[in-house]
């Protein structure tokens, strides 16, 4: 791991012009062992290239001479303003890309208007990242990202931990049904610290199974908690449905980043079913492989209200601590700008399936 750095004065590499170039740079940063980790993928990682690769087939129909006097970024969701429609994704481990770990992605994200998902697998405690987060006005929202655990006595003192930090919503991942422990060697002093020893219980499959969230038990934390709550991982428009029905107050469209099942749809092409199964019921968030300013503006054309941003900010904040990870959403931010005025979109209202190519997104 590298030395502990000032994370806001750590210098941008040269020659970084997109998000995507961090990659490398942070290829070159990390320990293979930690690099692994983080471009891991389930199976072949078909699910992981299908993500990126569903937003590059969506083509775009771009509108020409409109008066776009004040291109406006800003979207309401969960009752509350948001800059722009970018939140960083929920991620474990972040010390393992950097020393300053979540605080220091933290702190980029509301340097630069973004949302921030702090996920329980953290690095670092709630309480101190929430400090982090700096209360600036006009920054984006907090949320906490939560597992059901075993014990609901120790999901719920998460809970009321992330209640007490300012969380602003729960995002629970319910989109692995049974998880296994990565075989991942942690660095000294590199560990889960806000989850108790026995958050992940090893077992056979069928134990493990016999364990295994339910509709029941989102219906138990909804009942225990005046957060919205945000399901993570739903791809099936039955489940979509389902999950407005117990009560939910949005849906992230989300294959974890291609992590979890290899084979799941890619989120670009499961998107437009859970938009027609929900109606515009609860606001959709969606995730995966989003790399660039267009394909924000693609999925919020196709119906999302926002997105998580995964990866990138990772390599950004592997390369260059806060400011590599600031840099990283503040390219994704002007090229949203710039893709909104090439498609004629004075606002992320006027966006439509109408600036898509008919067909071109159903890949
Ligand atoms: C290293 C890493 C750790 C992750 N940890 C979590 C987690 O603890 N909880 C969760 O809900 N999602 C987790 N995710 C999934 C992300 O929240 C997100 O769904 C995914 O990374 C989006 O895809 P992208 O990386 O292509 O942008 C993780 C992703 C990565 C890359």
Known sequence: MKAKASAALQALPEGVLRPADYE?????????????????????????????????AIALLPRVLRDLRGVDTRTELLGRSLPWP???????????AHPDGERAMALAASALGAGFVLGSQA???????????????????????????????????????????????????????VRTARRLQLPPG????????????????????ARAPTWDDVAWLRSQTRLPLLLKGVL??????????????????SNHGGRVLDGAAATAAALPGI?????????????????????????????????????????????????????VLRLLRDELELAMAQCGAGSLAELSRDVLQADSHRV
Not at 27 to 32: C, E, G, K, S, Y
Not at 86 to 96: F, G, Y
Not at 190 to 209: F, R, Y
Request: include cysteine.
């Open 190 to 209: 590199v560990g889960t610290v806000n989850l108790p020893d026995d958050a992940c219980p090893p077992g056979s499959l069928q134990e493990l199974l």
């Open 236 to 253: 099936h428009p039955a489940d979509a449905r389902e999950a407005v029905r117990q009560g939910v107050d949005g849906l992230i469209v």
């Open 86 to 96: 970018v939140l960083v994704a929920p991620m474990a481990l972040q010390r393992l």
């Open 275 to 327: 938009v027609d199964a929900v109606a515009g019921s609860v606001p959709l968030v969606v995730d995966g492989g989003i790399r660039q300013g267009t394909d924000v503006l693609k999925a919020l054309a196709l119906g999302a209200r926002a997105v998580l941003v995964g990866r990138p900010v990772l390599w950004g904040l592997a390369t260059a601590g806060a400011a590599g990870a600031a840099h």
């Open 24 to 56: 490398r740079h942070a290829r070159a940063a990390l320990p293979p062992q930690a690099w692994d980790y983080f471009s891991a993928h389930a199976g072949d990682g078909h699910t992981a290239r299908a993500n990126a690769a569903a937003w590059d």
């Open 123 to 177: 690095s670092m405690s709630i309480e101190s990242v929430a400090a982090a987060f700096e209360p600036a006005a006009g920054r984006g929202p907090f949320w906490f990202q939560l597992y059901l655990l075993p014990d609901r006595g120790a999901t719920m003192a998460l809970v009321r931990r992330a209640e007490a930090a300012g969380c602003e919503a729960l995002v629970l991942t319910v989109d692995a049904a």
